[in-house]
Every structure is written in C-alpha cells, then in structure tokens.
C-alpha cells in the first residue's frame, strides 16, 4: 500500500507569519510531488511541484524535499486569511496515478 | 486560461440507477484522469487514460464503473449502478503529457448524491 502522510491539523498560525506544512511518503520510487490547496467544496488548485531535492520557491511559497528522508514540505511566508484552506501533499510514483495524503487543514488568523 | 471544465455540478440519482459523469479536458492534453473525495476524506484516484484505453486503474474501479472518451473533446465516467457509497465529489483532471514532471488539472467537480 502506497502511503502519503500529513498531519490533519488544523495548525493555526497568526497572520504574517510562516506556516510548515509537512508530509511524508511510503514509496521510495516516487518521482514527483506536489502541494494542492483545496478550499472546502472545492478542486485541488495547484500550488508547486517539485522533483529534485532541496528547496524551491515560488513567491511566498518554498517546497523542500528529501527523498533519502521520503519527507516533503511547504513553507508559506507572511501567511494570510486567504491561505486557510486544506494543503494536499500528492506523490506520483508512476506517470499515470497520484496519490493523495488526506490534507492539513491550515486556519490563518487574522 | 484553459481550464478542464466538468457537467453536471450536481447529480442526484436514486440507488441502482446509472450515471453518466462528464467531463471536458484541457484542449492539448492527452491524459485524463477521475478521481474521487468522499465528504471528510482524501482524494483517491480512479482512473488514468490514455490513447483511447485505460492506462491504470485502482481498487476501487471496479466492474460497476466505465470510461469512454467518445469524441475529441468530453471525457466520460460512468456508474452502472449506483450505491449509496458512490456519493461522493468526483474529479477529473487532465495533463499534457505524462512526463513525471506533468502537472493533473483538476475540474470543479460533480457532486453525486445517491439516496
């Protein structure tokens, strides 16, 4: 069985400061991983993806991986209201399948 | 910016009957996708497919579910009958190609209520 783990949460931050959103996966030949935001009722929307390991950002936004650990993460800086949602941490092992963690429910307070 | 867009956004059915969930993928991709979210519960993945025949498939496709990309352009799922425990959002998405670097698209979801 193909595991992706995150913590439920929620975790509550104040607003402007760092948020870590953390995962960890089961399958060593995983590829590829992704971070989606889900607002309830709605679609994953995608945040980053990442492949290699260490850091990548993308504006507020820093992806860090370690296969050798099987852990990845999502840092958001100057947290804001609008960035309470679900954080979905998804692993591609293969090309054709994701798999899923649960999600961490992340409240932003203003 | 294009965007995969699904039909209906609500589907209520009576238990037994089929549904017919539709979906209409980014126009360049080639590789479509269903998943499924229980309410409270993560994402799970369906089904991918590519070139006209499924490329993978989960547990949880079984014989009571079909997909069929009868033209160019919508991408179907159907249930032959449905269970009270198919209510549930179901997604698709779509990617370009199916590189390990491509990203899935996500439509907005049909929301399938089974009484």
């Known amino acids: 069985q193909k595991e992706v783990e995150q913590n439920s949460g929620p975790l509550s931050v104040p607003e402007g400061a760092i948020a870590s959103l953390n995962c960890t996966y089961s399958?060593?030949?995983?590829?590829?991983f992704f971070w989606y935001r889900q607002y309830s009722g709605k679609s994953p929307e995608l945040i980053m993806s990442?492949?290699?390991?260490g850091d990548k950002e993308d504006g507020r936004f820093t992806a860090q991986l370690n296969k050798a650990s099987q852990y990845v993460s999502l840092l958001i800086r100057d947290s804001q209201p609008s960035d309470s949602a679900t954080y979905l941490c998804?692993?591609?092992?293969?090309?054709?399948?994701?798999?899923f963690g649960s999600g961490t429910k992340l409240n932003v307070k203003p | 910016e294009p965007e995969v867009t699904q039909t209906p956004s609500h589907q209520v059915t009576q238990m037994g009957q089929e549904v017919i969930l539709r979906c209409v993928p980014i126009?360049?991709?080639?590789?479509f996708y269903w998943y499924r979210q229980i309410l409270g519960q993560k994402v799970e993945f369906l089904v991918s497919?590519?070139?006209?025949?499924?490329?993978?498939k989960s547990e949880i496709f079984d014989d009571q579910f079909s997909v069929e990309r009868p033209d160019g352009s919508n991408f179907t799922l159907k249930i032959r009958s449905t269970k009270l425990e198919d209510s549930a959002m179901y997604f698709c998405?779509?990617?370009?190609?199916?590189?390990?670097?491509?990203?899935?698209?996500f439509g907005p979801g049909t929301r399938l209520t089974v009484l």
């Open positions: 998405a779509s990617s370009e190609m199916a590189r390990v670097a491509d990203t899935q698209y």
């Open positions: 399958d060593r030949g995983s590829q590829s």
């Open positions: 990442i492949y290699s390991n």
């Open positions: 998804a692993v591609n092992n293969n090309f054709n399948k994701f798999y």
């Open positions: 126009s360049n991709h080639l590789y």
């Open positions: 497919f590519y070139n006209n025949e499924i490329s993978e």
